[in-house]
């Protein structure tokens, strides 16, 4: 099973400012099928990118995705007050099992 | 736009079986495959299972000796079965359309097991 492990736990911004998230994979992500979600409290998670670097519809151009094999980036540019969430990374299509997600990195305001 | 509802009970005793359906409306089942997922109160999300649009089912190893998703397409609907749970399968389950990037969630229904 490939493991996930989010850096940092939690990430402490003020608007306007960028945010990076790391994912990290304890072995390669097959076709970068790699995946990032937003969460906030009481509600469902809600799908930003996929493919590594792909915009769900609908989602802003400030979030975007980068990274391949192990290492994996979402970056916010320009954050908004309705950004400040919790993100998890999540690895799927490796056909043994369903996918794994990350522990999460909260983005809170400074 | 496709909407999914949870629906089963709140609450579920120790050693029962947990019992949730989803409701899909807005869209059909079809050429889709469908996922239950869960979130302990204050943790992260984990996987339980989906069921492929061929039918065919694969589920998290910890429970897959627990676990059974079943689909009644006609009815728009899909299952969860969960047998011998325990306090640590208290949790928001949520029922979802793909089997690998997640694009529509239902709101989440909590399960809490106790006596």
């Known amino acids: 099973e490939i493991v996930l492990t989010q850096s940092p736990d939690t990430l402490s911004l003020s608007p306007g400012e960028r945010a990076t998230l790391s994912c990290r994979a304890s072995?390669?992500?097959?076709?970068?099928?790699l995946g990032w979600y937003q969460q906030k409290p009481g509600q469902a998670p809600r799908l930003l990118i996929y493919?590594?670097?792909t915009r769900a519809p609908g989602i802003p151009d400030r979030f975007s995705g980068s990274g391949s094999g192990t290492d994996f980036t979402l970056s916010i540019s320009g954050l908004e007050a309705e950004d400040f969430a919790v993100y998890y990374c999540?690895?799927?299509?490796?056909?043994?099992?369903?996918?794994?997600f990350g522990q999460g990195t909260k983005v809170d305001v400074k | 736009q496709v909407q999914l509802q949870e629906s089963g009970p709140g609450l579920v005793k120790p050693s029962e079986t947990l019992s949730l359906t989803c409701n899909v409306s807005?869209?059909?089942?079809?050429?889709?495959?469908w996922s239950w997922l869960r979130q302990p109160p204050g943790k992260g999300l984990e996987w339980v299972g989906y069921?492929?649009?061929?039918?065919?089912?694969n589920y998290s190893p910890p429970l897959k000796s627990r676990v059974t998703i079943s689909i009644d397409a006609p009815e728009s609907q899909f299952s969860l079965k969960l047998s011998s749970v325990t306090a640590a399968d208290t949790a928001v389950y949520y029922c979802?359309?793909?089997?690998?990037?997640?694009?529509?969630w239902g709101r989440g229904t909590l399960v809490t097991v106790s006596s």
């Open positions: 807005g869209g059909s089942m079809s050429g889709y495959d």
């Open positions: 999540q690895q799927y299509g490796s056909g043994i099992s369903p996918g794994t």
């Open positions: 493919d590594a670097s």
């Open positions: 979802a359309r793909g089997a690998w990037y997640i694009d529509h």
């Open positions: 069921i492929h649009k061929s039918g065919g089912t």
């Open positions: 072995q390669s992500v097959r076709n970068n099928y």
